[in-house]
């Protein structure tokens, strides 16, 4: 069963702390995606990786920090430097191969700090 | 479930009516388009996407219609159920990027 899964569902994190959200996908994707999303607004983007050991700043970086060191894989860190982190993030993957750029999205982890 | 939008613009509709969906864009130079229904707590799932070389698309019970004069997207439903009861996003990009960039949405509502 093809898609994209994150972990945990719900996360609850005391002011000060880092934490790691997990993104693994098994449909051979290229491209990966974080977005977050607050109530009332649309995706912000804030790292993508088209290829395994490298990655780009997506509008809201500041506060966040990504590996992608498994084409599978791309773990997001909020750290501690992230204001204002309680908020429902969304992981994505896409191919690159323009044929369709659909980007495919997990169920998200809602983030909560304490 | 989770809310994912408090303060999105509504559209209300009775069940078994059509709904038009719209949606701005702001980049003249965006040639790929693709709406998504969001149900609360959940992740996006693609409804539907159209490139600019084309002004129409038609899925299954939906039909994406593009005015790039007026850089106008939007999205229809027909015979609307309680199940479309979602957020709607759409979400642009260009030729030259894989990056989408996501409108703010619309809820929609269908009254039984």
């Known amino acids: 069963d093809g898609g994209i899964t994150q972990s945990p569902k719900y996360l609850f994190r005391k002011e000060g702390q880092n934490v790691t959200l997990s993104c693994e996908q098994n449909?051979?994707?290229?491209?990966m995606y974080w977005y977050r999303q607050d109530p009332g607004q649309g995706l912000r983007l804030i790292y993508y990786s088209q290829i395994v050991n490298d990655f780009q700043k997506g509008d809201i970086a500041e506060g966040y920090s990504v590996s992608r060191e498994k084409k599978e894989s791309f773990p997001l860190t909020v750290t501690s430097a992230q204001k204002n982190p309680t908020a429902f993030y969304l992981c994505?993957?896409?191919?690159?191969?323009?044929?369709?750029?659909?980007?495919?999205f997990g169920p998200g982890t809602r983030l909560t700090v304490l | 479930g989770e809310s994912v939008g408090l303060h999105l613009p509504t559209l209300s509709v009775q069940e078994g009516d059509n709904s038009i969906i719209n949606c701005a864009y702001s980049?003249?130079?965006?040639?790929?388009f693709i709406w998504y229904k969001q149900e609360s707590g959940k992740g996006p799932q693609f409804i539907i996407d159209?490139?600019?070389?084309?002004d129409k698309r038609q899925g299954q019970r939906v039909t994406v219609l593009l005015n790039k004069t007026v850089k106008h997207l939007s999205l229809q439903i027909a015979a609307t159920q309680p199940g479309d009861s979602a957020v709607y996003f759409c979400?642009?990009?260009?030729?030259?990027?894989?990056?989408?960039?996501f409108g703010s949405g619309t809820r929609l509502l269908v009254r039984p």
């Open positions: 994505a993957s896409s191919t690159l191969d323009r044929v369709t750029d659909e980007q495919f």
């Open positions: 159209i490139r600019s070389n084309m």
């Open positions: 449909l051979n994707h290229d491209a």
């Open positions: 980049n003249s130079a965006s040639d790929y």
């Open positions: 979400a642009e990009n260009t030729d030259s990027s894989y990056k989408l960039i």
